[in-house]
């Protein structure tokens, strides 16, 4: 499973990253809105405290763990309050990352009935405000990983530059590294040496 709704999330479900050591410190937990009031409104079933709780319990079980989620700015009648829940709701949480998304108008769907339709200008506005504020808690724990040394799954070269290759933590956090194919596919250890944005950097001194 790769974005499970949270209502999937029991208490087997969260025993089991404690209990399996296969399975990776990495959720993604889709949790929209930051408000109970707008959580009614999507029919999310579910509500803030509810998300909080399972976070609580995931990070019981696995402290390391790697929590990521999706949210929407924008949808209609949302409030200056209900966005801040969302924003307030970000810094409780801590997210790795977080894929925030611009409401948009679907054609017959509910949300598209409802009256209160935000301006465009007004959802681009706190779109971007919640990707910075979302960018500023990523750097802080990314910035906390180093100098650790962690277990790499090595996928291929880097995306933005082919002479280096490029895996995923356990925690699913993606980290560079100075290597050759010949560490695809494996399992190596690096130390992190410096953090970027949503990015870590691994210690070649490692692989030699």
């Known amino acids: 499973f790769t974005s499970p709704h949270p209502k999937g999330y029991g208490d087997d ?6 209990r399996l050591p296969k399975l990776c410190e990495s959720a993604h937990i889709p949790v929209q809105s930051g408000s109970n009031e707008m ?15 399972i976070i609580d319990k995931l990070r ?45 108008t679907r054609r017959n769907t509910p949300a598209a009935g409802m009256d209160v339709q935000l301006p465009k200008e007004l ?8 990707l910075a504020e979302v960018d500023r808690i990523g750097a802080v724990r990314y910035e906390n990983q180093v100098g650790e040394t962690m277990q790499i799954l090595v996928e291929g070269p880097s995306r ?5 290759m490029e895996g995923r ?14 560490f695809r596919g494996q399992l190596v250890d690096l130390k992190i040496e410096r953090a970027g944005s949503f990015t870590l950097y691994g210690d070649p001194a490692i692989l030699n």
């Open 39 to 53: 959580l009614k409104r999507m029919h999310r079933g579910y509500t803030r405290e509810r998300f909080l709780e």
């Open 123 to 130: 959802i681009e506005e706190r779109h971007a405000k919640l």
């Open 169 to 182: 933590t356990r925690c699913n956090r993606i980290v560079v590294f100075d290597g050759g194919e010949r």
């Open 13 to 18: 479900l969260v025993e089991a990253y404690g």
């Open 60 to 104: 019981a079980v696995r402290p390391d763990i790697g929590i990521t989620t999706d949210i929407i700015v924008g949808f209609p009648g949302e409030t200056e309050e209900e966005f801040e829940a969302t924003m307030s709701l970000c810094r409780e949480v801590e997210f790795d990352n977080a894929f925030v998304f611009k409401y948009s």
């Open 160 to 164: 933005r530059n082919k002479a280096r």
